[in-house]
């Protein structure tokens, strides 16, 4: 069974940065797709940024430019570098695993934008 723990989320200014980070265990982490989606309150969960199995990425149109989706496949992570944070980026991010029909998610971590 696939495991997928979040971190490095937390508060930070407007205009800062945070790197997240997606630690999976108990699959063979190559070969499958990974995503950051995240949910604000009283919003439906989005997706932010997409990496497939081979490296090609793909971001919502009003993230590209600030955030980053990295896979390192020796140490089973995925990365969500983001710059320029702003207030409406406030959200829980969860990170998304999948190949077909098998789909795995983790608990989340909180991302807060404020001053």
């Known amino acids: 069974q696939v495991q997928l723990v979040e971190s490095g989320g937390g508060l930070v200014q407007p205009g800062g940065s945070l790197r997240l980070s997606c630690a999976s265990s108990g699959g063979i982490f190559s070969i499958y797709a990974m995503g950051w989606y995240r949910q604000a309150p009283g919003k439906q969960r989005e997706l932010v940024a997409h990496i497939t199995s081979s490296g090609i990425t793909n971001y919502a149109d009003s993230l590209k430019g600030r955030f980053t989706i990295s896979r390192d496949n020796a140490k089973n992570t995925v990365y969500l570098q983001m710059n320029g944070l702003k207030p409406e980026d406030t959200a829980v991010y969860y990170c998304?695993?999948?190949?077909?029909?098998?789909?795995?998610w983790g608990q989340g971590t909180q991302v807060t934008v404020s001053s």
């Open positions: 998304n695993q999948h190949l077909g029909v098998l789909d795995y």
